[in-house]
């Protein structure tokens, strides 16, 4: 028991040390601080148990703001982009909501497309969304991300993009091939799993539209909410009318799969000389 106590405690003043080294960063950040401050304050937890710790957590702050010139600062200190968390979602998932050039960076610094969370099994190109939505699944696509990945709920990144009532995700991953005729997993979520799935498990996409069981953005109280609904509707219905994803997933591939030839080509013409 004295021994637990004392592991306990151990873990306790490990917590603490890192979240006095998080907070500091933080606050920096919220100053809109050059990198140097954040730089300084990684120093100072270099060595320190909580040091990893420390350069995550401030790496997810980085990426989470846009702040490409502090994340620069992290992962030269040992930060990893593959591991890396603002404290509740990985990097590469809060990258996918950026815009197009703090996706392309975290990508080019190591971050795998094809990751999952832990526990949700979500994939980077199931949280994409935003102004840059159609230049980041492409991102994602080029970097070998599955357009058919299903998380724990069986829900696909259409799905997510429906869900979110994201307009230029749900176009993006329609052109690429995704297919609007699958159905999420039937079983309800545990009460505590909810805004982890669609109002209306076992539903198509077309009845996703919105209907994320938890709203991370709270859209609903935007005037436009409606509108982007519709048009998600209207570009969905469309999809299932045409039923031809098959035709413009094998389109995508073939496109994608050419300069990743060329790349090849060149790479062996170059050692060969």
């Known amino acids: 028991m004295a021994a637990d106590r004392k592991a306990a405690a151990a873990a306790r003043a490990l917590a603490d040390e890192a979240r006095a080294f998080v907070d500091a960063a933080y606050r920096a950040l919220r100053r809109k601080c050059d990198a140097s401050e954040v730089a ?25 703001g846009c702040r490409l010139d502090v994340a620069k ?5 040992g930060a990893d982009p593959r591991t890396a968390t603002d404290g509740t979602e990985f990097v590469m998932h809060l990258a996918a909501r950026r815009g197009a050039a703090t996706l392309a960076w975290v990508l080019g610094a190591g ?21 840059d939505a159609a230049a980041n699944v492409a991102a994602l696509l080029d970097a070998g991300a599955d357009l058919e990945a299903v998380d724990r709920h069986g829900q696909t990144p259409l799905m997510w993009a429906a869900m979110n009532a994201e307009p230029e995700a749900v176009a993006a991953l329609v052109d690429a091939g995704a297919d609007p005729h699958r159905r999420s997993d039937p079983t309800r979520a545990p009460h505590g799993e909810l805004w982890l799935q669609a109002r209306v498990p ?4 077309d009845e996703m539209v919105g209907e994320w069981a938890a709203s991370r953005f709270s859209v609903t109280s935007r005037p436009d909410w409606p509108v982007i609904k ?37 790479a062996w013409l170059v050692v060969r000389a």
């Open 202 to 205: 076992g539903g198509r996409v």
């Open 73 to 77: 600062v992290c992962v030269a200190a």
């Open 111 to 131: 971050g795998d497309a094809q990751m999952r969370a832990d526990y949700t099994e979500q994939t980077p190109l199931m949280a994409v969304g935003g102004a």
């Open 40 to 64: 300084a304050v990684l120093a100072r937890a270099a060595g320190r148990p909580c040091a990893a710790q420390v350069g995550c957590e401030v790496l997810g702050m980085a990426v989470a």
């Open 230 to 266: 519709d048009a998600v509707r209207a570009m969905l219905a469309a999809a299932l009318a045409a039923d031809d994803h098959e035709a413009k997933r094998a389109a995508d591939v073939r496109r994608r799969t050419w300069p990743r030839r060329l790349v090849a080509v060149v």
